[in-house]
């Protein structure tokens, strides 16, 4: 088996909380506690959870806009946590993001052939400018873009038409991984649907592997290779997708599942509906962070952390429950 691509290993970043009369620190936010996982070349991996779960900070964690708290990002053997300026520059060709809001994430004043040249133009992916408008060109053809569509700006294309510019525009570094953060989130379901596709049928050709970072597990359970669940800050289940969502085994996983519709017409998933709001990641509970909202919680669960165990090849589960 070739090494994975991206490797994150106990991945920890905590925001400072401040307040009081000073604004001094009082605490700390656990955005995300411990995080590994691994993505293999040519494979979407699904981060799933409800929001404030630390799936977007891992994704912005992987894309180096901020310093880490501790633990390690590998990608293609090398760490990229620890980077300097030059070895940033190189890594920002290699990882590339699709946010959510295409309307906020292009500026409304350039055109979508300024925005396109501008990561190509960056990374000295061309020598002339005859290539420079020929490899435009391409990207608007890969993304199924009216090639003459360069000259417009932003706002006079739909947002499923602005997500396939963002998507261009990722795909100008000629990156090997996206990091894809609620990309279709702002989208109406019929868009969704064409956005998924393109991004699928973009990975095969180019070998991509893609971070898919997502709440809606309705589309996930329709594109993904492997599907990880974080609750507040951790990876609760990693499995693939067909087993993940035939079988899942942590509650959390199963109350998350519960609420996504069956395509078979008539069958449904029996709804489980979980107490509680989640705790704050400021103050996160002792033992199995989903304790005081689990309806299976015992002893144990409230004194001593579960860690991720293999509990069926490659389904890895963090419960006691699951611990033998
Ligand atoms: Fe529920 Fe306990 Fe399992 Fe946590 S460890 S998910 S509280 S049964």
Redesign the pocket.
């Known amino acids: 088996m070739s090494a994975p691509l991206l490797q994150v290993n106990d991945l920890k970043k905590h925001f400072p909380l401040r307040g009081g009369l000073f604004g001094g620190r009082t605490g700390k936010v656990h955005a995300v506690d411990g995080v590994s996982f691994e993505v293999a070349r040519g494979e979407t991996l699904s981060l799933v959870g409800e929001s404030g779960c630390g799936k977007s900070t891992v994704g912005r964690a992987i894309l180096r806009l901020f310093d880490i708290t501790a633990g390690q990002i590998v990608l293609d053997g090398q760490r990229i946590d620890d980077l300097g300026p030059r070895g940033l520059q190189n890594m920002r060709r290699r990882v590339q993001v699709v946010f959510q809001d295409p309307f906020s994430s292009l500026n409304p004043r350039m055109r979508v052939r300024d925005i396109l040249a501008e990561p190509i133009r960056n990374f000295g992916l061309v020598k002339t400018s005859v290539e420079l408008d020929a490899r435009v060109a391409e990207l608007m053809e890969i993304v199924r873009l009216p090639r003459d569509a360069v000259s417009r700006r932003p706002h006079e294309f739909s947002g499923g038409q602005r997500q396939r510019i963002g998507i261009a525009r990722a795909l100008a570094a000629k990156p090997e991984l996206i990091v894809c953060d609620e990309a279709v989130s702002a989208l109406d379901v019929s868009v969704k649907a064409q956005i998924v596709n393109l991004l699928q049928d973009l990975q095969r050709e180019f070998g991509l592997a893609l971070l898919f970072i997502s709440h809606d597990l309705a589309i996930v359970e329709h594109m993904t290779h492997r599907v990880a669940v974080m609750y507040l800050g951790k990876i609760?289940e990693v499995a693939p997708r067909r087993q993940i969502f035939a079988m899942p085994k942590?509650?959390?996983t199963k109350a998350l599942l519960s609420a996504v519709p069956v395509p078979e017409p008539g069958a449904s998933r029996k709804p489980m509906i979980l107490k509680g709001d989640v705790p704050s990641p400021v103050n996160p509970p002792r033992?199995?962070?989903?304790?005081t909202r689990?309806?299976?919680?015992?002893d144990?669960?409230?004194a001593e952390e579960?860690q991720l165990r293999s509990v069926a090849g490659d389904q890895w589960v963090?419960?006691?429950?699951?611990a033998n």
């Open positions: 609760v942590h509650p959390y033992g199995c962070r989903f304790h689990c309806p299976l919680v015992f144990r669960c409230r579960p963090a419960c006691h429950l699951e």
